[in-house]
């Protein structure tokens, strides 16, 4: 019992912060409820979005999606009629054009959890990739962003039902750390925390949680064209982990929303990079939260190591090259 004592006090003194998180976190625990709410997903026709629609409509909400093609539109509905008997409301429109990304949402009706998911990445330095590239990826994955919340967010206000309900972004593990190859996709990303964060605030006294989603590579006809023209030392850097399978992010992406929780990994490396980079973010958990203030200094360090390999990388490429 003595030799157990000082392994004891350690203990109470490491579970001391508890009851003060408990206290502090902000926003309070929420659960989103999914079941007969109206879930409106973008860039739903493909990819995370589309398998977050099978998700969202096998567990009886009346889905609607939003994209530009309407020929994959219609397969995807057809696809969700076919698992799971539930006829999906479907509206053809660039997020690029707020105008039009109002009367689909105007027409769809009354949003209970938003799910903003288009995206388009371009791999290429910033030296080679054109200015029209990287204007096209602000444009889609920040701006567009911004058109379908500013569309949607007063009716979400103006709701009947007076349940929680849910704003949610797609954002990547290239919006949590810059990558080589990445820069104009990383800052469209990177936006869309800044977005949430403040948007957070905003929105909290209407009872709506803001999740942001942060997938690693994921199986999607988007990521298959993204492979083809990524920069060799953006796969040696990023292309070390293996890819996950479109519906597991889904299923990670569905349970953060369900759960409100604010920052939403999809596997052990994203739970890793969340801790590592949680600075002033909401935390609803306050498990959580005493993970994030336990080990934040130790992954501090692991992430130095990881800085010290990518660039010793890139120093060993660029020699590379100069010798060849
Ligand atoms: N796959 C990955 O490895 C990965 C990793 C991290 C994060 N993400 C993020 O996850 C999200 C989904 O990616 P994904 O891999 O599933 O992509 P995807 O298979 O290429 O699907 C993209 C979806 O967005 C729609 N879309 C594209 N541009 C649009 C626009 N201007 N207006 C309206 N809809 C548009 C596409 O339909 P149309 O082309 O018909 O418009 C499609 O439905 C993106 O935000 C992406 O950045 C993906």
Redesign the pocket.
């Known amino acids: 019992m003595v030799i157990l004592l000082p392994f004891i006090l350690l203990l109470l003194l490491l579970l001391l912060p508890l009851p003060l998180l408990y206290f502090i976190v902000r926003p309070r625990p929420v659960r989103i409820p999914i079941k007969n709410r109206h879930v409106f997903i973008?860039?739903?026709?493909?990819?995370?979005?589309?398998a977050l629609a099978h998700r969202a409509a096998s567990q009886g909400a009346r889905v609607s999606l939003?994209?530009?093609?309407l020929k994959?539109l219609e397969e995807a509905k057809e696809s969700i009629r076919l698992s799971s008997g539930s006829d999906v409301s479907i509206f053809s429109?660039?997020?690029?054009d707020y105008d039009v990304v109002e009367k689909a949402i105007s027409d769809a009706g009354p949003i209970d959890v938003l799910v903003v998911?288009?995206?388009?990445?371009v791999p290429r330095e910033l030296e080679k990739q054109g200015l029209d590239e990287v204007k096209f990826m602000l444009d889609?994955?920040l701006m567009?962003s911004f058109n379908v919340i500013k569309a949607a967010l007063p009716l979400m206000k103006q709701r009947t039902d007076r349940s929680p309900a849910s704003i949610a972004l797609?954002?990547?593990?290239?919006g949590q750390v810059g990558i080589y190859g990445y820069t104009a996709y990383s800052a469209s990303?990177f936006g869309l925390r800044g977005l949430a964060e403040a948007l957070q605030q905003e929105v909290i006294a209407d009872n709506i949680h803001v999740s942001l989603v942060f997938?690693?590579?994921?199986d999607?006809?988007?990521?298959e064209r993204?492979t083809e023209v990524r920069p060799e030392l953006t796969n040696i850097l990023a292309g070390s982990s293996s890819?996950m399978k479109?519906d597991s992010v889904a299923k990670k992406a569905l349970d953060g929303i369900q759960s409100g929780s604010f920052i939403v990994p999809c596997n052990f490396d994203g739970h890793m990079l969340a801790i590592a980079t949680a600075g002033l973010s909401p935390q609803r958990s306050f498990w959580m939260a005493f993970i994030e203030v336990s080990f934040a200094g130790v992954l501090r360090l692991v992430a130095l190591f990881f800085q010290w390999n990518w660039y010793r990388c890139i120093e060993h490429w660029h020699a590379k090259k100069k010798d060849t």
């Open positions: 973008t860039g739903g026709s493909s990819g995370i979005g589309l939003l994209a530009r093609s994959k429109a660039d997020v690029r998911n288009q995206g388009v990445f889609v994955n567009g797609i954002s990547s593990q290239a990303k997938p690693p590579d994921t999607t006809p988007g990521f993204e890819s479109a």
